[in-house]
């Protein structure tokens, strides 16, 4: 079955740097589009990144330039790079698959879900 795994989360500082990895098992992963979403307590899940099949990327205008989306077809992963946290960015980080891209700004528009990891960003 799909599997999405994300790694990487963990406890940082504000200002610091993290690198969040997403392992993609059980699909043809280069047919599908990827993201990774967060969500923080008491907010609706948001889209942070996105990656199309082909290698184009979307950022909200609100995170361009701290965050960095790339994936590695030859290793079926994707990878979030998020520089100069902050505090709001606490939360739990998804990363998610579609294979259509006709909604990719939506959470509706993915088939396939990770389980998330943790990231928390202290003052």
């Known amino acids: 079955q799909v599997q999405l795994v994300e790694s990487g989360g963990g406890l940082v500082l504000a200002g610091d740097s993290l690198t969040l990895t997403c392992a993609a098992s059980?699909?043809?992963?280069?047919?599908?589009?990827m993201a990774w979403f967060r969500q923080a307590p008491g907010n609706e899940r948001e889209l942070l990144a996105a990656?199309?099949?082909?290698?184009?990327?979307y950022y909200p205008e609100s995170l361009k330039g701290r965050f960095t989306i790339s994936r590695d077809n030859s290793k079926n992963t994707v990878q979030v790079q998020m520089s100069t946290l902050k505090p709001e960015d606490t939360g739990v980080y998804h990363c998610?698959?579609?294979?259509?891209?006709?909604?990719?700004?939506?959470?509706?528009?993915?088939?396939?879900w990770g389980q998330g990891t943790q990231v928390t960003v202290s003052s």
């Open positions: 990656i199309s099949k082909r290698g184009t990327t």
């Open positions: 998610a698959a579609a294979q259509s891209w006709s909604k990719f700004v939506v959470d509706s528009g993915y088939d396939y």
């Open positions: 059980g699909l043809t992963f280069s047919d599908y589009g």
